[in-house]
């Protein structure tokens, strides 16, 4: 099954907000965003490596993570964690080393919408409008893709 | 000498920004707003005292302070550093705990102008455009009393 993920942008704001549903249970899904294990089974576009700087995915701890390319490129991730509420919340920060300067703010909530499924529902502020338009230029394939990922994880991993 | 605190908030944006200068390099104000017993100093209406929980200025550090009146009350913030880096830049997130679920990301620039005289702009971005006239609508008074606070504190402690 094929999940649909909606992406709202209204034009000249700072934010954007995207749902997503999967074939799992909150717990399961929020596992797989605060489990550093999991987190690196299907963050980052297929045939990369995600190497963990550090991760501590509680509220005031931090992240930190690289993503390896095949042909040796390499890409910086850090963050920190404002909020970890399992299983329904993360507030966290982002910021792309490639491009300094454009740390964003995300809201994740996570909800059981009943038959053993949830929705992700997703907030990112931005530092301008211009920073958010940027992201959503580049954003739409790596986030399905990163989702596509999920979705077998949480198939073959589901009572894990 | 009275510093004039400029706020520009553009009608229907997630952000407001400002900018405040100081009688003091940017190192000490820096300083004022990554030490615990500083910024103990200035931060809260006059009158109240402010009680550390947690305080690691540092990237991927965390921090949580309760502010208590003279009357009782007590109101709970708290937030994580997403990048604190010497002696001019410091991203954070903040959230007040009386309010819980409006998280801000705000960005503050210590910048010296000269004379031993510095600047800071800062910037907050919110959740929502709601969010940000809320807070817009309370914050005048009470940012003029911390920066007040801390004109004193560098006077004072030029030089320590």
Known sequence: MT???TVTAHAGHQSLSFSREFDA?????FKAHTDAARIAH??????????????????GGSWSYVISGEDGGEWGFHGSFHEVTAPSRIVQTFEFEGEPGHP???VLTFTDIGDSRSRIDGLSVFLSVE???????????GMDENFERLDELLTTNADA
């Not at 920073?131 to 394939?141: E, I």
Request: aromatic share 4%; no cysteine; proline share 5%.
């Open 25 to 29: 249970p909150a717990t399961l899904v």
């Open 131 to 141: 920073d958010r338009d940027a992201m959503l230029s580049g954003m739409d394939a």
């Open 3 to 5: 999940h649909q993920r």
């Open 104 to 106: 964003t703010l995300e």
């Open 42 to 59: 299907w963050t980052g576009p297929r045939g990369t490596q995600m190497t963990m700087r550090e991760f501590d995915a509680r509220t």
